[in-house]
């Protein structure tokens, strides 16, 4: 029987959990890299084989980085129900403890939330371990989404959580103390598959793709390409009032699994950026994700960065592809997010044609430029997180964060890359190959922190 693709090659999951202390470092880390890089993993425990990727459980890795030192590298599953085989779907409808929690990892509050969107977050400490499922002390109704968005102006926290049953789609506000002030019905969605959103310093905006709940599939994500299926973008003012004035506007079939970033421009129509991918696609990566026979190609290979701008005096939205380069994972200097902004980050993956390779992108949307860093052969970095520098006055100036996988060394570093020119900095031996994975977050040290 042929291994699934996403047990092999970079995604081959670890088998257990280690701690490693005083790693060795190659070149200078800067003094701010004061923190936790805590950074999540589809990983199955031994013996286990999902039926789709995104089904594999959550393994998060943090590396503590101080005074230039990196002070050690650890992982841990995270320990749910599901991690032990407990169902998602019971007698009494959906367990939204039972999660992989193999998605996300974030901080808001003093909470390390590890997340999936099919459930409610998981509580870690600051060690890795698991706490338990959180849900707001009880104010959150839904699963939530695995991209919540933290507003760099007010602190709060928004997020969505969608369901390929009625209600479609809820949205909450937590304010910066981690209480939940706001949660609301979305009116007019649908079964659509909602991943990611955005948000702008005075609306959400959010995406529903080509792709909608199909329940004849059998992989365990019950999703599908549906043509019937209407794409859209729902753009809801941010106010107490805002889901009765909501406007949903048609756009080209697509489907988007995660925002670069969205703003109001100095016309007022909101722009919105993110890789986007057509049928064929989103049927070469399903194909993968699923572990389908000759697949031939690996996930993201038509993942092609594209902008909307809705106008919405005129009721219209203008579409265009930005590039011809697959990439994947965007990111983007935080303090930016909801505002105009010049640089984007992401990922690089071949096409379905072997054109292109891995690497880290930057995108200069002023120019229109793109500079790629070459990742090497047979390594794979992962998504590059930005930290910014001390005493920064321009939106470049910091630092990306990315874990590379490298097949030929069976090994891992945490690459350090000048966000300006992408020009290397500095590099933190792993004492094990970390399973290519998803999502992660930078956690700068707080004073509670100083002595962990």
């Given at each position: 029987?042929?291994?699934k693709?996403y047990?092999?090659g970079?995604?081959?999951p670890a088998?257990?959990?280690?701690?490693?202390?005083?790693?060795?470092?190659e070149?200078?880390?800067?003094p701010?890299?004061?923190?936790?890089?805590?950074?999540?993993?589809?990983n199955?425990?031994?013996?286990?084989?999902?039926?789709?990727?995104?089904?594999?459980?959550?393994?998060?890795?943090?590396i503590?980085?101080?005074?230039?030192?990196a002070?050690?590298?650890?992982?841990?599953w995270?320990r749910?129900?599901?991690?032990?085989?407990?169902?998602?779907?019971t007698?009494d409808?959906?367990?939204?403890?039972?999660?992989?929690?193999?998605?996300?990892?974030?901080?808001?509050?003093?909470r390390?939330?590890?997340l999936s969107?099919?459930?409610f977050?998981?509580?870690l400490?600051?060690?890795?371990?698991?706490?338990?499922?959180?849900?707001?002390?009880?104010?959150?109704r839904?699963?939530?989404?695995?991209?919540?968005k933290t507003?760099?102006?007010?602190?709060?926290?928004?997020f969505?959580?969608?369901?390929?049953?009625?209600?479609?789609?809820?949205?909450?506000?937590?304010?910066?103390?981690?209480r939940?002030?706001?949660?609301?019905?979305?009116?007019?969605?649908?079964?659509?598959?909602?991943?990611?959103?955005a948000?702008?310093?005075?609306?959400v905006?959010f995406?529903?793709?080509?792709?909608?709940?199909?329940?004849t599939e059998?992989?365990?994500i019950?999703?599908?390409?549906n043509?019937?299926?209407?794409a859209?973008?729902?753009?809801?003012?941010?106010?107490p009032?805002?889901?009765?004035?909501i406007?949903?506007?048609?756009?080209?079939?697509?489907?988007?699994?995660?925002?670069?970033n969205?703003?109001?421009?100095a016309?007022?129509?909101?722009?919105?950026e993110g890789p986007?991918v057509?049928?064929e696609?989103?049927?070469?990566?399903?194909?993968?994700?699923?572990?389908?026979?000759?697949?031939g190609?690996?996930?993201?290979?038509?993942?092609?960065?594209r902008?909307?701008?809705?106008?919405?005096?005129?009721?219209?939205?203008v579409?265009?592809?930005?590039?011809?380069?697959?990439?994947?994972?965007?990111?983007?200097?935080?303090?930016?997010i909801?505002?105009?902004?010049?640089?984007?980050?992401?990922?690089?993956?071949?096409?379905?044609?072997?054109?292109?390779?891995?690497?880290?992108?930057?995108?200069d949307?002023?120019?229109?430029?793109r500079?790629?860093h070459?990742?090497g052969?047979a390594?794979?970095?992962?998504?590059?997180v930005?930290?910014p520098?001390a005493?920064?006055?321009r939106?470049?100036?910091?630092?990306?964060?990315?874990?590379?996988?490298?097949l030929k060394?069976d090994?891992?570093?945490?690459l350090?890359?000048?966000?300006?020119?992408?020009g290397?900095?500095?590099?933190v031996?792993?004492?094990r190959?970390?399973?290519?994975?998803?999502h992660?977050?930078?956690i700068p040290?707080?004073?509670?922190?100083?002595?962990?």
């Open positions: 029987m042929t291994r693709p047990l092999t970079h995604y081959t088998v257990d959990e280690i701690t490693a202390t005083g790693l060795t470092v070149g200078t880390l800067p701010e890299l004061t923190g936790r890089l805590i950074r999540n993993s589809h199955p425990k031994p013996g286990v084989t999902p039926t789709h990727w995104f089904k594999g459980s959550g393994m998060v890795h943090g503590r980085l101080r005074d230039g030192r002070e050690w590298y650890r992982n841990r995270v749910t129900p599901a991690l032990d085989g407990a169902p998602y779907m007698e409808g959906p367990d939204l403890t039972a999660s992989t929690a193999g998605t996300h990892v974030i901080e808001h509050a003093g390390l939330l590890a969107e099919a459930n977050p998981v509580e400490t600051r060690d890795l371990d698991t706490v338990g499922a959180y849900d707001f002390d009880g104010l959150l839904s699963a939530m989404t695995a991209h919540p507003d760099p102006v007010t602190g709060e926290l928004h969505f959580g969608s369901s390929p049953f009625p209600p479609f789609l809820m949205y909450y506000v937590a304010d910066a103390r981690g939940i002030t706001r949660s609301v019905e979305v009116p007019g969605a649908t079964a659509s598959l909602k991943h990611d959103f948000l702008t310093r005075h609306h905006v995406i529903e793709g080509t792709v909608t709940f199909d329940p059998h992989s365990g019950p999703y599908a390409w043509g019937d299926q209407p859209r973008i729902g753009v809801m003012p941010r106010g009032r805002g889901a009765d004035q406007r949903w506007f048609p756009i080209e079939p697509g489907s988007m699994l995660h925002a670069a969205a703003y109001e421009d016309r007022g129509r909101i722009v919105l986007t057509d049928r696609g989103f049927l070469l990566s399903w194909n993968w994700w699923v572990g389908a026979p000759g697949r190609t690996e996930p993201n290979a038509r993942s092609y960065t902008r909307w701008t809705i106008d919405m005096a005129a009721g219209r939205v579409e265009q592809t930005l590039d011809d380069l697959a990439v994947e994972f965007p990111t983007l200097n935080e303090d930016f909801g505002a105009e902004y010049r640089y984007q980050y992401a990922v690089s993956f071949p096409d379905q044609h072997g054109y292109g390779g891995y690497g880290i992108v930057k995108y949307r002023a120019t229109g430029g500079r790629v070459q990742a052969d390594r794979l970095p992962g998504e590059a930005f930290v520098a005493g920064a006055t939106e470049d100036d910091g630092y990306l964060l990315t874990v590379v996988s490298d060394q090994s891992s570093q945490l350090v890359l000048d966000a300006s020119d992408l290397r900095v500095a590099a031996h792993l004492p190959r970390v399973t290519a994975g998803i992660g977050s930078w040290d707080a004073e509670t922190d100083a002595d962990a």
